[in-house]
T-cell receptor, first 117, second 112 residues
Framework: EAGVTQFPSHSVIEKGQTVTLRCDPISGHDNLYWYRRVMGKEIKFLLHFVKESKQDESGMPNNRFLAERTGGTYSTLKVQPAELEDSGVYFC???????????????FGPGTRLTVL | LAKTTQPISMDSYEGQEVNITCSHNNIATNDYITWYQQFPSQGPRFIIQGYKTKVTNEVASLFIPADRKSSTLSLPRVSLSDTAVYYCLVGPFEQAGTALIFGKGTTLSVSS
């Protein structure tokens, strides 16, 4: 079974440019999460989708960040315009649970390293 | 979600058993304890989860005392490849959609 994949693995852009990160969750996983780690800090939650709906976007830092999950499959996270402080590693995770008796285990992708110059 | 406290780093030699203890004094009744492992340039990877007593899988064991205010991740006979950051997380993981709150984790360095 393929794991969570993310593209690109590394992106280097200049301040003010736009970048779009993509996450392909494990097939059949309804829950999709975005997290990020900025330099020297802990991994922080950004938002959570259930299928195509945003369930919790309390961690999104500001309106320069836009996440979508059209069709409930892959998700994109767009940063526009990018600022220096957006540099970090962006992780995507997915989990299969959408109700049920098992506990929720999140499976993470390898991350996208974003460098804003 | 309950705050967790764990050592910042630990060093070990190959073949030793490593125990990493995590404190979570404010754990709630419906909280589970979960440990993730993260290698450099990779995302965190789930390794074990428990609610009370002891849980064992092919990777590790998790010991949880009766008061559940702490837990210990035990890695038997570590190898160089166990060098990683280990995160202890506590939350209502029976519910889908619980945002994981990561602390600094414990950096385990295994040497030969």
């Amino acid at each position: 079974e393929a794991g969570v994949t993310q593209f690109p693995s590394h992106s280097v852009i200049e301040k003010g440019q736009t970048v779009t990160l993509r996450c392909d969750p494990i097939s059949g996983h309804d829950n999709l999460y975005w997290y990020r780690r900025v330099m020297g800090k802990e991994i922080k939650f950004l938002l959570h989708f259930v299928k195509e709906s945003k369930q919790d976007e309390s961690g999104m830092p500001n309106n320069r960040f836009l996440a979508e999950r059209t069709g409930g499959t892959y998700s994109t996270l767009k940063v526009q315009p990018a600022e220096l402080e957006d540099s970090g590693v962006y992780f995507c995770a997915s989990s299969p649970l959408a109700g049920g008796s098992s506990t929720d285990t999140q499976y993470f992708g390898p991350g996208t390293r974003l460098t804003v110059l | 979600l309950a705050k967790t406290t764990q050592p910042i780093s630990m060093d070990s030699y190959e073949g030793q058993e490593v125990n990493i203890t995590c404190s979570h004094n404010n754990i709630a009744t419906n909280d589970y304890i979960t440990w993730y492992q993260q290698f450099p340039s990779q995302g965190p990877r789930f390794i074990i989860q428990g609610y009370k007593t002891k849980v064992t899988n092919e990777v590790a064991s998790l010991f949880i005392p009766a008061d559940r205010k702490s837990s210990t991740l035990s890695l038997p006979r570590v190898s160089l490849s166990d060098t990683a950051v280990y995160y202890c997380l506590v939350g209502p993981f029976e519910q889908a959609g619980t945002a994981l709150i990561f602390g600094k984790g414990t950096t385990l360095s295994v040497s030969s």
